[in-house]
């Protein structure tokens, strides 16, 4: 019968931390505690004193919407005023999209619903979309006092996750979106490598924690991963209201550095 190394193992175990434990028997508190620290790599500074950190780029200022372009370039553009722009409903519909490509990032924005809501209600008040590259939407619509399907109410991820709070205030109010967002990965032969991933903060309050995306958002059927380029766009959504936006900036992240930080080698996963 072969043993079981098992028991041999954690002996082995309880001796190193024995050996230990003496070696630190001569160490004060304090130099005992410096044995955890760990000083490498340090963290990018980033400079927050103008309520825009520093390493972000500025996609709306309230002065030009030079980093934007129209989906369709024969369209009207989007209306610039009093340091916001605004939704131009037109038909055929144009969205604007970002001039730059982005991948993993921060987003933040702050829009607000038209107030004119007579005969408007459920999905016909106040829709628009944030769409990251492009394909996967977080919702913007006027959810205050407004019924419709929860998985298309302001704070879902459009068509897959309801939002864990309704925090929507009033139509006429500046509303603030926050939201990381983790992009897919796929293979050389084109098959999903991981998932997209989103949190969103709406109005300081939580509506999404690392949901995992089941693929691109579709307003007919269900989501499915095709491959795409890591980077694509940002895009916001002709709905036909008359929508605004304003203080839109962006942070480019590294997904995969968050998921594989450095951390001290004593540390040890228990899960």
Known sequence: MIKSPLPQIAT?????????SAQDEGLTRYEQSQKSEQWEP???????HSGIPSDAIVLFD?????????????????????????????????????KQAFGDVQLHLEFRSPTDIEGHDGQDRGNSGIFFMGRYEIQVLDS???ETYVNGQLGSIYKQYPPLANPA?????????????????????GSLKSPARMTAIL???????????????????????T?????????????????SYRNIWIRELDGDEIQNRTVHPGLKKSW
């Open 144 to 146: 205050y006092q407004n």
């Open 227 to 243: 491959a795409h380029a890591e980077k694509l766009p940002l895009s916001l959504q002709d709905h036909q209201h008359f929508v």
């Open 42 to 48: 340090k963290p990018e500074i980033v400079d927050t």
């Open 169 to 189: 205030r009033k139509p006429g109010e500046w509303q603030t979106y926050d939201v990381i967002f983790i992009a897919p990965r796929f293979h050389e032969d």
């Open 203 to 225: 109005n300081g309050v939580l509506v999404q924690y690392d949901a995992v995306l089941y693929g691109p958002t579709q307003w007919i059927g269900f989501p499915e991963y």
């Open 62 to 98: 309230g002065s030009n919407l030079d980093a934007w372009e129209l989906d369709n370039p024969e369209a009207k553009p989007w209306k610039i005023e009093d340091g916001a722009f605004t939704v131009i409903p037109q038909k055929p519909a144009s969205g604007i999209h970002t």
């Open 12 to 20: 082995l175990a309880l001796a190193l931390a024995a050996s230990c």
